[in-house]
């Protein structure tokens, strides 16, 4: 082997360096997890909360509008 090729990672990566399949799932979900995770933490803070109430307080309007024009136009 020439001196300026360094040796690829023991184990995790073959004679021409390319990672085991094993190597690249994990790495995959370690991704995921840490993403999956983030996202959970994400929810459960204050500024969270406060959108889901707001959001939800939204969507009860929009249905009470819409059953509003729908009797209207019933009516009508």
């Known amino acids: 082997m020439p001196d300026d090729i360094t040796p690829a990672p023991e184990g995790d990566y073959n004679d021409t360096g390319v990672p085991s399949f094993d190597y690249v799932r994990d790495r995959i979900e370690g991704r995921y997890a840490t993403a999956l995770g983030s996202t959970e933490l994400a929810g ?5 909360a406060a959108l ?3 959001l939800a307080e939204r969507d009860k309007a929009a249905k009470s509008r ?4 729908r009797r209207s136009l019933r009516d009508g």
């Open 44 to 48: 459960e803070t204050p500024e969270a």
């Open 52 to 54: 889901e109430k707001k």
């Open 66 to 69: 819409l059953e509003e024009i």
